[in-house]
T-cell receptor, first 114, second 112 residues
Framework: KQEVTQIPAALSVPEGENLVLNCSFTDSAIYNLQWFRQDPGKGLTSLLLIQSSQREQTSGRLNASLDKSSGRSTLYIAASQPGDSATYLCAVRPRGSTLGRLYFGRGTQLTVWP | SAVISQKPSRDICQRGTSLTIQCQVDSQVTMMFWYRQQPGQSLTLIATANQGSEATYESGFVIDKFPISRPNLTFSTLTVSNMSPEDSSIYLC?????????FGPGTRLLVL
């Protein structure tokens, strides 16, 4: 069974810092990996989707990389802002799994203070 | 993309009662998914709901406890039956479109 681990569990930084959030997964046979943001009282917002054949994806200040062979992904946040404060979740879809079956990490709770 | 709404957004329920959660999607989708997020835990898939057929449940989840309806291609309900405090969680509805998974805002359930 796929297991997804996220490190660190929590992170508190001053505004302006560049951040790296880590995600690791035990089975490298994945179809894709997705990073989400979860705000209190709200659902999950998809940030970036990386297909298994891709190495990275970028959206604005966010960059996600994927190293399938080592079972790792990183989410890089440039020039962090207080509005980035949220919980960031990593999820993998195993190869051959049914549609919509994702395995999630527990998330990294990020606080960016002014 | 997909816009998903859920009702209720939150509820406090007594032990032994049942709660039905509604999920509405802004476009037709073949499959809808129900996830649970227990406090401090990761999201776990409960079941997959296809229109016109029985839902498919993941290991550890059974139809008697979590009956699901899927009357059309934009709507589904999840019922949490005979609730206990261990059912206190966030329940999220989800759909997949073009490889991206989209989630509703969730229903926060507290069972006393």
């Amino acid at each position: 069974k796929q297991e997804v681990t996220q490190i660190p569990a929590a992170l508190s930084v001053p505004e302006g810092e560049n951040l790296v959030l880590n995600c690791s997964f035990t089975d490298s046979a994945i179809y894709n990996l997705q990073w989400f943001r979860q705000d209190p009282g709200k659902g999950l917002t998809s940030l970036l989707l990386i297909q298994s054949s891709q190495r990275e994806q970028t959206s604005g200040r966010l960059n996600a990389s994927l190293d399938k062979s080592s079972g790792r992904s990183t989410l890089y946040i440039a020039a962090s802002q207080p509005g980035d404060s949220a919980t960031y979740l990593c999820a993998v879809r195993p190869r051959g799994s049914t549609l919509g079956r994702l395995y999630f990490g527990r998330g990294t709770q990020l606080t960016v203070w002014p | 993309s997909a816009v998903i709404s859920q009702k209720p957004s939150r509820d406090i329920c007594q032990r032994g009662t049942s709660l039905t959660i509604q999920c509405q999607v802004d476009s037709q989708v073949t499959m809808m998914f129900w996830y649970r997020q227990q406090p401090g835990q990761s999201l776990t898939l409960i079941a997959t709901a296809n229109q016109g057929s029985e839902a498919t449940y993941e290991s550890g989840f059974v139809i008697d406890k979590f009956p699901i309806s899927r009357p059309n291609l934009t709507f589904s309900t999840l019922t949490v039956s005979n609730m206990s405090p261990e059912d206190s969680s966030i329940y999220l509805c989800s759909v997949e479109k073009s490889g991206t998974q989209y989630f509703g805002p969730g229903t926060r359930l507290l069972v006393l």
